[in-house]
């Protein structure tokens, strides 16, 4: 008698009660792994990417919910998020899906900023970047 009791004065507060909050989704997410911030490296860079909240798949020409590539950004700024990414000589396109790269720099200091767009080249509006400073020197001798 008493648990009946007790479920009738609950009921009542349960109806009541505010809803859940919506759940936050975080921007996707852009990583660069290597090289590592402030690096010495040879004249061969071996690039290794990652990304949270985004699948990285082959470019289709085409935007798919959920899905992008990678772009490297060489010793420039990114073009803005509304703007297709230009086909430039300091910019690369990972258009395979791929999330590693070599890339053959010339001695002395590099920036690489790393940016994820949809399969049509834009920008994924809100993704967080990431940017990685190292020295090329050219043949380095690992210990």
């Known amino acids: 008698m008493k648990?009946?009791?007790r479920l009738a004065l609950l009921l009542p507060l349960a109806a009541c009660s505010t809803p859940a909050?919506?759940?936050?989704?975080?921007?996707p997410r852009v990583s660069i792994h290597l090289p590592a911030e402030g690096a010495v490296v040879g004249d061969t860079v071996q690039l290794?990417?990652?990304?949270?909240?985004?699948?990285?798949?082959a470019a289709t020409?085409?935007?798919v919910e959920g899905e992008a590539h990678h772009h490297l950004f060489i010793d420039t700024d990114p073009t803005p998020d509304s703007v297709m990414i230009p086909k430039d000589d300091r910019i690369?396109?990972?258009?395979?899906?791929a999330d590693t790269i070599s890339l053959v720099l010339a001695p002395g200091k590099h920036r690489i900023i790393a940016v994820v767009a949809w399969?049509?080249?834009?920008?994924?509006?809100?993704a967080v970047r990431d940017t990685v400073e190292?020295?090329?020197?050219g043949a380095v001798i690992q210990p």
């Open 3 to 5: 648990v009946a009791l």
């Open 21 to 27: 909050p919506e759940q936050v989704v975080a921007a």
């Open 48 to 57: 290794h990417l990652g990304a949270e909240g985004i699948s990285i798949v």
């Open 61 to 63: 020409g085409e935007r």
């Open 92 to 97: 690369r396109h990972l258009g395979t899906g």
């Open 119 to 126: 399969g049509d080249h834009v920008p994924v509006k809100g």
């Open 134 to 137: 190292f020295e090329v020197r």
